[in-house]
């Protein structure tokens, strides 16, 4: 009994099982490839780029540094934020030190969510394919009952196909399910370090233009 053969066994809720933990199989997929790639970069990115902001002589030459090897622009916003412009607004009152955290925390949040940028949907993945795939379990072992008690006997042929397509249910789950709970928290991990760092430059950065 092959895959194509279960499906094609399953009625229309088993189908729509299938189908459904198959998209969310690929929908992590998606997520966990794009975000791997990217973190990969953007812990290097924001470690060079924090340290040729301090290297450099003046604010303008650390701005021009940074964008040079600030690839993911994570650091570079932190920076752009403190130099625009607010006059006029409400943004603009208040002393100083004020209105640089005001600047710096909005660009922070900023940056942050495009560092956490599908997580939420490898927790959801994570925490209910299991559930999903247990659905075509029991949908499964439903329809293999129903099709004993039509036929008032019990032969393999007749359970073969919805045992089978409980089973691979309760696997498809699981194999859903694992990979996007190991992805979300190797990346929590990961976007933990990075933005401990990006506060660290963001607080650093904020008494320098304040107090420097």
């Not at 975000?35 to 812990?43: D, T």
């Not at 008032?152 to 696997?171: C, F, H, R, W, Y």
Request: glycine share 10%.
């Amino acid at each position: 009994m092959n895959l194509h053969t279960v499906f094609a066994q399953s009625d229309l809720v088993g189908k729509a099982v299938a189908i459904l933990l198959l998209l969310m199989s690929v929908a992590s997929w998606v997520v966990i490839l794009s975000r791997l790639w990217m973190l990969r970069r953007a812990g290097g990115d924001v470690m060079r780029g924090v340290a040729a902001f301090w290297q450099a002589p003046t604010l303008e030459e650390a701005a021009a540094r940074v964008g040079g090897v600030d690839r993911t622009g994570l650091v570079s916003p932190l920076i752009a934020a403190t130099q625009a412009s607010a006059a006029g607004t409400l943004a603009a009152t208040g002393q100083r030190e004020q209105q640089l955290t005001r600047a710096l925390r909005d660009a922070l949040h900023a940056v942050m969510g495009r560092l956490t940028f599908g997580q939420v949907l490898l927790a959801t993945v994570g925490s209910t394919a299991p559930f999903v795939g247990l659905l075509g379990t029991v949908w499964g072992i439903y329809h293999a009952l129903t099709g004993i008690a039509v036929t008032n006997q019990i032969s393999i042929d007749k359970v073969a196909g919805p045992v089978g397509e409980a089973l691979i249910m309760t696997a498809a789950g699981l194999a859903v399910a694992i990979p996007a709970v190991l992805a979300y928290n190797w990346f929590g991990r990961t976007v933990g370090r990075i933005e401990a760092e990006l506060e660290g430059f963001a607080r650093d950065l904020r008494e320098l233009l304040a107090h420097g």
